[in-house]
């Protein structure tokens, strides 16, 4: 039972391009989250989707971000233009259900890196 | 005031020793907590829940004190294998998990 895949670990992106990162939740799971982390900070929460329906993007930037989870395929955080600022680790987690009294499982993350 | 606050440390141990981390959370209708483990550049993972009652595994035991808002977990016997980034984590329902910054526990031989 593969767990939450994440790809690609590693992303470098010159100011100004697109970033694409995907998550495969686990197997079953329809709840997946995105997270954030800075270098030397906590895990930020951004976006939480079921499957084709964004629950709560309330940590997600206003601009230039974005993410979807089809009803086919992986889930895609989408970041257009990026600028330095976005340089981060990027994690995304899966649940089968809500998260009450359950855990969280993470994929590997994507390292982001804006030159 | 953070939703999630811990001591950032970094507490430095020695092997064997006993340490203690607290958190303390602001929303009162926080339902699920949690301390995750995170080694440097690894993702976060489940260590174990907290519930009201306590819990323990193995060295590890977790307790939660609902009244003033704080969470503790205790390592006991120390290993340097112990020596990463313990996460508080608190849920309130639906909402998606909050994490705390983060403790450093560097444990010394």
């Known amino acids: 039972n593969a767990g939450v895949m994440q790809n690609p670990r590693h992303l470098v992106r010159r100011r100004g391009q697109e970033a694409r990162l995907r998550c495969s939740p686990m197997?079953?799971?329809?709840?997946v989250y995105w997270y954030r982390q800075l270098p030397e900070e906590g895990l930020k929460f951004m976006v939480y989707l079921q499957k084709e329906n964004i629950i709560d993007e309330s940590g997600m930037p206003k601009e230039r971000f974005s993410a979807e989870f089809p009803k086919e395929g992986p889930s895609i955080l989408r970041i257009q233009q990026v600028v330095r600022g976005d340089s981060a680790a990027y994690f995304c987690?899966?649940?089968?259900?809500?998260?009450?009294?359950?855990?969280?499982?993470f994929g590997q993350g994507t390292r982001l890196t804006v030159v | 005031r953070k939703e999630v606050e811990q001591d950032p440390g970094p507490f430095n141990v020695p092997e064997g020793a006993t340490v203690a981390f607290n958190c303390t959370y602001s929303n009162s209708a926080s339902q699920s907590f949690f301390w995750y483990r995170q080694d440097c550049r690894k993702e976060p993972k489940l260590l174990m829940s907290?519930?009201?009652s306590g819990n323990e595994d193995g060295r590890f035991t977790a307790q939660l004190n609902r009244a003033s808002q704080y969470i503790s977990l205790l390592i006991r016997d120390s290993k340097l294998s112990d020596s990463a980034t313990y996460l508080c984590?608190?849920?309130?329902?639906?909402?998606?998990?909050?994490f705390g910054k983060g403790t450093r526990l560097s444990v010394i031989a």
């Open positions: 987690a899966s649940s089968p259900g809500t998260l009450v009294g359950t855990e969280a499982f």
């Open positions: 984590v608190v849920n309130m329902g639906n909402t998606p998990l909050v």
């Open positions: 907290v519930y009201s």
């Open positions: 197997k079953g799971h329809s709840h």
